[in-house]
């Protein structure tokens, strides 16, 4: 009983930080049709930067997520406003820059922060597991589940009933269209991107606690984004929402009870997608 | 015809007397990596290159088949022979399998689920340790000896590995010119013309992914020999992403381009990592910088220049715009 519970409850915190992951990656490959490989390395960048915040200013954990978020925020904007603009309307070039400062980011985290994990101090309140029915549930999973919550409902809000929320949906519907009647797709582009890479960094700082800081957190999250958003489909908040904690269950209770075949399990729902609703469970067809 | 024949020819005998000129045993198995790697890029440019279809999973078919050649021999204990034969079908098999699945998606997409599919085999290979060793790799007994023939010291095994590129570049070479090639950029440059004309356009590109598998997986085959180890980083997104370098940075859908591109970035990673361990940092620099400033690669810029400095000829022909 008590190990189901738990396993339910991690898949839930994946879920969650895969979602802070996947939301950005899905948004920004919507709208500018570029999916940013960088993501993954954000995700560890964050996580890297947000320890060495909390270092900075005495332990406060919300502080060093702001800092992971912002930092990686306004590397995403750097990225975005200088080499990516350069590469405009040459989508393959943009992704291979992406691939390449993927490995860059990747290389010097490994330079800055050296090679041995760096763990994550969750903040101490919720160090304490708590006890409900005889069961004990580890408490910073809740954090984590609430954290990704309140974020989509959030973002959910924005896109949905604000005036940014629409230019981004009319962005991702058509481009041409929405160029057409006056958005500035440039502002909305860094704005998007900024966004994705402050919510993979945030994200990267949140997971800390669970996976802790080490090279090649970037290599393990960039696919479960993939999958996430092959499932849920591109461009949707939704299918991001869905997907990551789809993938959240599926990967979970993959490693917790089949070890060695975690990731053959990802292949399947990605198999069943793509051979039913190649555009995803949500999304709409690329034009 | 002629030409082409001559040019053949001067290849020949240039990687026939190129050990000779080298003498050391590092320069001559530099060259054995170098003639595998081309092969490898090669096998992605029949994608990225001849189809227009970028992959970033290209190393699923070419690690595939070094695992499955290794354990093979070592684990079941196959014969050589059989064993490479196995590993090539198996290569192409998983190609066979994983094109139908990322031609589902066009242009990104499919490059977004080549990624992923790559990145689950390196998963696999990585954490079912009990197959495949995990993170410790897994050893290759000894080399082949083809025909009775003993390919174990690095001279040898230049010359099979040379006889093998030969055959594949022949190979590439008729598929460049042949009708199939020329359906194949067709369904790149204009795939509604293609599909109007009565192309079956997802046909002639999954054919093409499962050619470019093969090549992968015989690369992959070599790949092993010439290690006789192999670990997941022959099947990480860096393998994947540097064999894209090279056929990108030589100048994709070209023969040359490839070949020019393996060189250079061989020699690069074994000069730097001699010096210094910052070889990802660096594949990133050289892909930002090649994308942004040398976008049709080294062979067309060449040429370009060429052509612009003898002044023979008209610049080269702008790539049709896609219409879809």
Redesign the interface.
């Known amino acids: 009983m008590q190990f189901w519970v738990i396993q339910t409850l991690n898949s839930f915190a994946l879920g969650g930080l895969l979602f802070l992951l996947s939301s950005g990656f899905s948004l920004i490959?919507g709208l500018m049709?570029?999916?940013n490989?960088a993501h993954g390395a954000f995700f560890m960048l964050g996580a890297y930067i947000g320890v060495s915040t909390m270092g900075q200013v005495g332990g406060n954990f919300w502080l060093g997520v702001i800092g992971g978020g912002l930092g990686v925020a306004v590397l995403g904007g750097v990225l975005e406003r200088f080499?990516l603009r350069?590469?405009a309307g040459?989508?393959?070039?943009q992704?291979?820059?992406t691939?390449?400062?993927?490995?860059?980011i990747?290389?010097?985290c490994l330079?800055a922060w050296g090679g041995d994990p760096i763990p994550v101090p969750a903040p101490s309140y919720v160090n304490r597991p708590l006890f409900f029915a005889g069961l004990a549930f580890p408490t910073y999973r809740f954090v984590v589940l609430g954290v990704a919550v309140a974020m989509a409902v959030v973002l959910h809000v924005v896109m949905d009933r604000t005036r940014l929320g629409a230019m981004i949906r009319a962005g991702v519907d058509d481009m041409q269209m929405a160029r057409g009647i006056g958005i500035k797709a440039s502002q909305l582009f860094t704005i998007v991107f900024c966004l994705g890479a402050a919510l993979a960094g945030a994200g990267g700082v949140l997971g800390g606690p669970i996976t802790s800081a080490y090279p090649g957190l970037d290599?393990d999250m960039?696919?479960l984004a993939?999958?996430v958003?092959?499932l849920g489909g591109?461009g949707s908040l939704l299918g991001a929402f869905v997907g990551s904690f789809a993938i959240g269950f599926i990967y979970n209770f993959g490693i917790a009870l089949f070890?060695?075949?975690?990731?053959?399990i990802?292949?399947l729902p990605?198999?069943l997608v793509?051979?039913w609703r190649?555009q995803g469970l949500f999304g709409r067809l690329?034009r | 015809m002629s030409r082409a024949l001559a040019s053949a020819v001067a290849l020949a005998v240039a990687l026939a007397v190129l050990p000779w000129i080298l003498g050391n045993t590092f320069y001559v198995n530099l060259s054995s990596q170098i003639l595998i790697y081309a092969l490898f890029a090669l096998s992605i440019n029949l994608l990225s290159g001849y189809a227009g279809l970028t992959s970033l999973g290209q190393a699923a078919y070419f690690g595939g088949a070094a695992y499955a050649c290794a354990w093979l021999v070592n684990r079941v204990g196959l014969d050589q022979t059989t064993a490479a034969c196995a590993a090539v079908l198996f290569g192409t098999g998983l190609a066979a399998l994983f094109g139908v699945l990322s031609l589902r998606a066009s242009g990104l997409g499919f490059l977004m689920i080549t990624l992923a599919l790559g990145q689950i085999v390196w998963g696999v290979a990585y954490r079912w340790v009990e197959l495949t060793g995990g993170d410790n790799g897994m050893r290759m007994g000894a080399r082949p000896s083809p025909l009775g023939l003993d390919i174990s010291r690095p001279m040898p095994f230049y010359y099979f590995t040379a006889i093998v590129f030969g055959i594949a570049l022949y190979c590439l070479w008729r598929l460049a010119r042949s009708p199939f090639g020329a359906s194949l950029r067709g369904t790149r440059d204009q795939p509604r013309r293609m599909r109007m004309l009565g192309y079956h356009v997802w046909l002639v590109q999954w054919v093409a992914f499962v050619m470019s598998g093969f090549w992968a997986a015989v690369a992959g085959v070599l790949f092993v020999y010439y290690n006789q180890f192999v670990s997941p980083i022959t099947l990480s997104l860096q393998q994947s992403a540097e064999v894209l370098l090279m056929s990108i940075l030589g100048g994709a859908g070209t023969l040359a381009g490839p070949i020019v591109g393996a060189i250079v970035i061989t020699l690069v990673k074994n000069v730097v990592s001699s010096y210094l361990d910052r070889w990802n940092t660096l594949l990133g620099v050289i892909f930002v910088v090649s994308v942004i400033f040398m976008p049709e690669g080294i062979v067309p810029g060449s040429l370009r220049l060429w052509r612009r400095f003898t002044g023979a000829g008209t610049a080269a022909p702008k790539p049709v715009a896609k219409t879809s």
């Open positions: 490959f049709r570029v999916p490989l080499i350069r590469l040459n989508e393959q070039g992704v291979l820059v691939l390449g400062f993927a490995f860059i990747a290389d010097l330079v290599a960039l696919p993939l999958v958003v092959i591109v070890p060695d075949l975690a990731y053959v990802l292949f990605m198999v793509l051979v190649p690329l």
